[in-house]
């Protein structure tokens, strides 16, 4: 006989857990005291919001689900920001929250919510555990659900009575072994439309990949002289310095990379949904057509016509169907001019274009490209900041890269407190805006309760950068509620016990790395930019500018 809290737990170590996330409530305290004896370390954040991202990055470094557990009402609406990336990002997760007990259901009882009403819609599945012995039932198929498929975030909601009885129950195994086909045959007839093409483009992205479907994308674009891009925040899915590699469709992107979508005869879909901004709004490739011929390849059946409307489709995981296309033969297509072309608009682009001020983020964003190994994580939120980062920095190896497709803000310091947890050797350097930085910093206490390490980068211009560039291009002049007004971080670092260091120069950017790097503490660098230092291809004022020339 073992209370429903143990029941699950025991359960979770059979799945093969290892790790999980909370922030502790008086609804699962039978949860809590089966973690107090299981093989399974539990990380203790500071807002469920935090501990939701840290699993959902946990879950995109391992590929495995992010495990997180937090409170009834108050609890599970903070944690909404992290469902909301892994439901964007298709990343496995399982989000398990404390309920009400059964006998006060359904009479808005202290901090109740309908789970299944509320949250239905951010989750491949949510669900409430009604009996102690359905625990491993119901916590066995939300893995399954949760890595099947497009993988996505699952939502168990448990009464507290549910965890605190007692059942006599077996444990039950993973699921069935599932005896995947090669594609080899698939594979031929993919290579077999795409030898039609004049202009192909292979794009790149989304869910299931791995260290080896990297390698095999590398070795699929050399025989065949592809070139290849690859989608919003999903630049570490090929090295970077490949001759086939021609940029990243993100927010910000290069324009001549999204021109050459629209230009390209054939493009092959590999894992990716090809959303909003890697189709730079739907306007690159347009849904309603005309457009290019497509082939599209994703884990979900569903995924096939639900925007785009491809000429042939496979439902396939990227790492499968791309280990086949890597085993075919060279078709002997000499696209080399075609893909030479768009790789030298990718060196264009990414030759740094300078910005004002004493501090050049494009520098700095460089000399960490050329100084980082080939090993090290960067993380990352959303603000303008991160389109430096995207254009300037280059990605040598899978799983280097770590920020949320959905740009949730916020996201780069759990991101990378989840990345220091799972490889302590490998340096982690989280990017960051002064508002983004500020949307989780209370996590700085997470990191140093647990002795994480990352290197953070503040990006400090005083302001919502990315909100204040779409004002003065739609109401210039009139700002409002973009200003912001900072801490000491370095200060913030040291009270945390830290290190931190400004930065009011880019050339004393280098001697702060190395002396953050060398404390083996978490420390904070703060970069102190112009303020007319908006983004990379525009400043404030040519912002404003653009604003008044359309009559806005």
Known sequence: MRHGGQILVDQLVRLGARRAFCVPGESFLAVLDAFHDAPVELITARHEGGAAMMAEAHAKLTGGPGLCFV????????????????????????????????????????????????????????????????????????????????????????????????????????????????????????????????????????????????????????????????????????????????????????????????????????????????????????????????????????????????????????????????????????????????????????????????????????WLAENLPEEAIVTNGAGNYAAWLHRYYSYRRFRSQLAPTSGSMGYGLPAAIAACLEYPGRPVVCMAGDGCLQMTINELSTAAQYRAAPVIVVANNGRYGTIRAHQERTYPGRQAGTALANPDFPALAAAYGGVGVRVERTEDFPAAYEAAKAAGRLAIIELMLDAEALSPGQTLSEARAAGEARGA
């Open 71 to 366: 409170t009834r009402g108050p609890g599970a609406a903070n944690a909404a920001a992290g469902l909301h990336v892994a439901r964007q990002d298709s990343t496995p997760m399982i989000l398990f929250v404390g309920q009400v007990p059964r006998g006060h259901k359904d009479r808005e009882a202290f901090q109740e919510v309908d789970y299944r009403a509320a949250f239905g819609g951010l989750c491949k599945w949510a669900a409430e555990v009604g009996e102690t012995e359905r625990l491993p039932e119901y916590i066995a198929r939300a893995w399954h659900v949760a890595v099947s498929g497009r993988p996505g975030p699952v939502l168990l909601a448990l009464p507290e009575d549910v965890l605190s009885a007692r059942a006599e129950v077996r444990d039950l195994d993973h699921a069935p072994i599932e005896l995947a086909p090669t594609f080899e045959t698939v594979a031929q007839d993919a290579l077999g439309w795409l030898a039609g093409a004049e202009r192909p483009l292979v794009v790149a992205g989304g869910p299931h990949w791995s260290e080896e479907a990297a390698a095999d994308l590398g070795r699929f674009a050399s025989a065949q002289g592809l070139p290849v891009a690859l989608s919003f925040r999903r630049q570490d899915y090929l090295d970077n310095r490949h001759p086939g590699y021609v940029g990243d469709l993100s927010v910000g992107g290069n324009p001549k990379l999204f021109a050459r979508l629209g230009e390209a005869d054939r493009v092959m879909l590999l894992g990716t949904r090809l959303g909003e901004n890697a189709s730079k709004g739907y306007t690159a490739l347009r849904p309603e057509g005309p457009g290019p011929s497509i082939l599209h390849v994703h884990a979900s059946p569903e995924e096939a016509g639900l925007v785009w409307r491809p000429d042939m489709s496979v439902t396939a995981d990227a790492v499968s169907f791309i280990r086949a296309l890597a085993r075919q033969a060279p078709l002997g297509r000499d696209w080399s001019g075609w893909t030479g072309a768009l790789r030298a608009d990718y060196e264009a682009w990414v030759t740094p274009k300078p910005t004002p001020g004493a501090v050049k983020m494009e520098e700095v964003v460089r």
